[in-house]
């Protein structure tokens, strides 16, 4: 997603000399990798689009991931990005020469550019649980990232561990089309629904008639998603407002024993709260179990708890999400005088003002450490740091520079003004969740996602050692 925005912007501006490297045959990424049953986004559709790229045609107010994928392709094709992508590619190296980046690519070539954006997103490399026996079962085990479809599991009693955003969408739409659903619980989630109707023909058409309408539903999404961010961001009313519906949602479940099971001990949202339309429903169905009793070991037959009960299954769902702090890595990143990323970021991911690395002159990334992705539009984020790299390559391109890259000090007071803001927000109220880094802070932007687009709006040259 991010890579096909920074590249349409590059042409939009004119610039046709910029390869897009992509390891799979098509494009797409989470949407291309992901496409486990009832997949959708929890951002509105209207919102989670790029504002140079339109789409009046979205089905429903948070469309499936299908329908993203398709999107995803079309802004490739009409933007003239599939024509500089080399598929099937995948980058292993890249290495600063001293006045240019030498990338060497799995196809045996080895070629220079002038700047690398990585734009490898966050969720992409599956995390895989360390439990004992996994490899001896006996049916078919698969991560929610690489879904069997060639599996009829109408007949089948399917477990799944893992009960995050992608569990609660794989629990909804499969339970009801399955014998037995075994859900494996570690610890509660919280959840919202929130309904999703389907946009009506004439909705469509106003979208596709009036360019306007659609812009101004775009802002309106964004404004209402903006308008929580003080609810993340600090103690107070709109926060105790939105903790206290949060929790008053599980009422929905009837069973005491159940809803207590299913009670969070911690703050609503300070994990990626889940958003879903029909989750209270298809937890309480009669083929489903909800298994909190840890598990212990995975049998050819099914999954063993520390009860010692073996919980029977065909199928084994891998919800288990993925490691959210690779970004580019394993590539090996090579600046000036040996210096690879690996060391750079040898006590956790690091970029300054979420873009950029001290070390490494005209690279830049896309969703960087400390973007802010907590529940907000990730097309909207990306387009923000595409825009800043573009103002970058601009100034290159006009001979104002030879090459940039953040100064330590630069970087560390942006970090000095995160840790300061961090302990005011939800996600840093005690709880495990992918945000966290090594550090046991959370990866993310401590402010509203309005300050990102001010602090990238404005390029800070005295934050850069920049060569003429
Ligand atoms: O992954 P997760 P996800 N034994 O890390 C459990 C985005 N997304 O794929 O809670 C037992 O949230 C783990 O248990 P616990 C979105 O940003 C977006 O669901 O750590 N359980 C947890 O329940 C989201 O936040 C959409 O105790 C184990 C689950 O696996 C992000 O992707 C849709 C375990 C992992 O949850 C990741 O979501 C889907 C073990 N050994 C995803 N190891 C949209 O709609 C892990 N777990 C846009």
Not at 173 to 183: C, G, I, N, S, T
Not at 324 to 333: G, W
């Amino acid at each position: 997603m991010s890579g096909i925005c920074m590249g349409a912007l590059l042409r939009r501006s004119g610039i046709s000399t910029f390869t897009v490297f992509e390891k799979a045959e098509r494009v797409g990424g989470t949407w291309r990798e992901n496409t486990y049953p009832g997949i959708a986004c929890d951002v509105p559709s209207r919102f989670y689009q790029f504002t140079f790229a339109p789409n009046p045609d979205w089905t429903h107010r948070m469309s499936p991931g299908e329908e993203i994928w398709a999107y995803f392709e079309k802004v490739a094709a009409d933007t003239g990005v599939s024509e500089r992508i080399r598929f099937a590619t995948t980058v292993t190296e890249a290495r600063w020469t001293g006045t240019a980046w030498a990338v060497t690519a799995s196809d045996g070539t080895c070629e220079e550019y002038d700047f690398v954006v990585s734009a490898t997103g966050i969720l992409h490399h599956p995390a895989y649980p360390d439990i004992a026996g996994l490899e001896s079962f006996t049916g078919p085990a698969f991560h929610s990232a690489r879904w069997d479809h060639s599996l009829d599991l109408s007949d089948k009693r399917v477990a799944m561990i893992g009960t995050g955003s992608t569990g609660v969408q794989i629990l909804s739409d499969l339970a009801p089309r399955v014998e037995k659903f075994l859900m494996f619980q570690r610890t509660p989630h919280w959840v919202v629904p929130l309904s999703n109707p389907e946009f009506s023909a004439l909705t469509r058409r106003l979208h596709r008639r009036f360019e306007a309408y659609d812009r101004f539903s775009y802002h309106v999404s964004r404004k209402i998603i903006e308008s929580l961010s003080p609810a993340l961001l600090h103690p107070g009313r709109t926060r105790a407002a939105l903790t206290w519906y949060i929790r008053r949602q599980l009422r929905r479940i009837a069973d005491p024993d159940l809803r207590a099971r299913l009670t969070p001990d911690s703050e609503p949202m300070c994990r990626r709260l889940i958003v879903s339309p029909n989750y209270f429903d298809a937890v309480q169905r009669d083929n489903v179990e909800l298994v909190t009793t840890g598990i212990d070991h995975v049998e050819p037959t099914g999954i063993v708890t520390t009860d010692g009960v073996l919980h029977a299954c065909d199928v084994l769902v891998l919800a288990t999400g993925f490691d959210a702090h690779a970004y580019l890595r394993p590539i090996n990143l090579v600046g000036p005088d040996g210096y690879t990323l690996d060391e750079a970021w040898a006590a956790g991911p690091k970029a300054y003002q979420t873009v950029a690395v001290p070390g490494f002159p005209n690279f830049f990334l896309l969703m960087g450490p400390n973007s802010p992705v907590g529940n907000y539009s990730l097309t909207a984020i990306a387009e923000t740091q595409a825009n800043y790299v573009l103002e970058w390559v601009g100034r290159w391109q006009r001979g104002e520079i030879s090459s940039a890259m953040p100064t330590h000090e630069a970087t560390e007071a942006f970090y000095a003004e995160v840790h300061q803001a961090m302990p005011d927000t939800v996600w840093a109220t005690g709880c495990q969740s992918w945000y966290l880094g090594t550090n046991g802070e959370p990866e993310l932007f401590p402010w509203a996602p309005e300050r990102h687009r001010e602090l990238l709006g404005t390029v800070q040259d005295d934050d850069f050692a920049i060569a003429r």
